[in-house]
């Protein structure tokens, strides 16, 4: 935990790195983000804080400070440095306030802030920032998190996890129970080819 100490200001409360990507992925559902990752890794070596998509594979990213010296350190990541690199349509950074200036954030990136128990966007990110190669590490992204939902279903395959709706009906002759969809039924965002809102 780290009390957070600016110039003129003095954020009385405990701010630790869980707390934050914690309420990044809360910010990230809040932003209508359907999907959403905290702390797992791709080939590329960056791992996220957390990163949502929304519809049409629009990627949102939060990386979470809570030091000046961390948020320094990061701007000299590979993937910082090369951002065709880094995942995310959008990037943002998410720290307390007075912790980072607006002046200091990589080129489109935009910074969300923790005042109190609340998160304010005082920066929006551009919405264009994912290139292809970055989009190549999120696909690898979120096959690694499947292949680890798999391995913890096993001996189910992720296919026949997905298919346990039909079973239900079986087990109750035919028809779903109360209370539970069809899978044809289901409203998901990700199969519709719209643009990114």
Aim: glycine share 6%.
């Amino acid at each position: 935990m780290a009390l957070f100490k600016t110039p003129n200001v003095l954020h009385p409360y405990p701010v630790n790195h869980a707390k934050l990507v914690s309420l990044a992925v809360a910010w990230l559902r809040r932003y209508r983000c359907g999907v959403v990752l905290s702390e797992q890794a791709c080939v590329s070596g960056e791992m996220p804080d957390a990163i949502g998509w929304k519809k049409a594979c629009h990627s949102v990213l939060v990386e979470c400070k809570v030091s000046r010296a961390d948020f320094l350190a990061d701007r000299e990541k590979p993937f910082r440095q090369m951002q065709e690199n880094g995942v995310g349509c959008e990037r943002y950074y998410l720290a307390a306030k007075g912790l980072i200036r607006n002046e200091e954030l990589p080129a489109g990136w935009g910074l969300l802030q923790v005042c109190g128990r609340e998160i304010e966007k005082t920066k929006a990110s551009v919405k264009n920032l994912r290139t292809p190669i970055g989009f190549g590490y999120e696909m690898n992204l979120l096959l690694a998190s499947l292949r680890r939902v798999e391995v913890r279903i096993e001996p189910q395959s992720i296919t026949d996890f997905l298919k346990w709706k039909n079973r239900m009906a079986e087990y109750n002759r035919g028809t779903l129970p109360e209370g539970i969809v069809a899978a044809e039924q289901e409203s998901n965002l990700f199969l519709e080819a719209t643009a990114a809102d």
